[in-house]
């Protein structure tokens, strides 16, 4: 399972039940993104608008309408992959339609604040990233709502809820926002151990090729 076994983990009772079954392993944090150091901010703010229709859209357009007249440098990104734009939609202000995963990562260790869903990929990798980030839950979808609530209450991310976004107030009250940094304090590649302990094991009954059982 992809969280941690005690605290701190991402998921709370999603993923820790009281009847959990005893064969379930916890894996950690799981991401494709990976933290360098030493990257340059190069925005104030990321904005990643992402979920199902007309969600994703009303999101952008609350995002689009709100941003123009703050004085942040902002990228915003659609993730629409089959489409290809890339416009300035005020001064220092940037909307592009996707980024692949090398750019995402990118983009995501060059800025101050991360502005997204509260996916539990996108939650995954702003932990590995270890980004202060804003979290607008998907209206509707429960578990995001949870999920934003709860990690909120633990201080990692801070959460606003779509019908009660203000751009410029949130902005203003993630500066007391305290952000405690997950990435510090759990391995964010615990489930490389797990993996191969595993595929030994799994050598060891003669169930793979011994060259197959080293992650």
Request: one cysteine or more; a neutral charge; glycine letters at 6%.
């Amino acid at each position: 399972m992809p969280d941690f076994k005690g605290e701190p983990n991402l998921s709370g009772e999603l993923a820790h039940p009281s009847d959990l079954p005893d064969n379930v392993t916890f894996l950690g944090c799981l991401s494709r993104f990976e933290k360098k150091p030493g990257v340059p901010q190069r925005y104030d703010l990321l904005v990643l608008i992402s979920g199902p229709e007309p969600q994703r859209t009303r999101l952008e357009e609350l995002v689009i309408s709100q941003i123009k007249p703050l004085p942040v440098k902002a990228l915003i990104v659609s993730g629409i992959p089959d489409q290809v734009f890339k416009n300035e939609v005020a001064p220092g202000i940037t909307h592009v339609s996707h980024l692949n995963a090398k750019e995402l990562n990118e983009a995501m260790l060059a800025s101050g604040l991360v502005l997204s869903r509260s996916g539990y990929t996108t939650l995954m990798d702003l932990a590995k990233l270890d980004k202060k980030a804003i979290l607008v839950p998907t209206p509707g979808q429960t578990e995001q709502e949870y999920l934003g609530k709860w990690l909120m209450e633990k201080g990692y991310f801070y959460n606003v809820m779509q019908q009660d976004f203000d751009l410029a107030k949130v902005l203003k009250a993630v500066k007391n926002f305290p952000f405690r940094s997950f990435s510090q304090e759990q391995d964010m590649h615990a489930y490389r151990s797990i993996v191969r302990r595993f595929a030994e094991s799994l050598q060891a009954k003669g169930q793979v090729p011994e060259k197959q059982a080293h992650v």
